[in-house]
């Protein structure tokens, strides 16, 4: 649905959507715990925001 709206889906994929979900790993790989993976595992199941600041600041803005 996201790519459909840009002119350039590709591009926007390689540029904005691939870099932010390796920092997102990144942060996860460094901040994992079983707490946060049953946390993410809930938060999946019934629908809820996780508030993590690290998967917030998506787009590279102030990423810890």
Excluded: C
């Amino acid at each position: 649905y996201l790519l459909a709206k840009v002119e350039s889906p590709k591009k926007y994929n390689d540029q904005v959507i691939y870099p932010d979900k390796l920092r997102i790993n990144q942060e996860y790989v460094l901040r994992r715990t079983i707490t946060l993976d049953l946390r993410i595992i809930f938060a999946t199941i019934f629908g809820y925001d996780l508030n993590l600041r690290w998967i917030q600041d998506a787009g590279g803005k102030n990423a810890d």
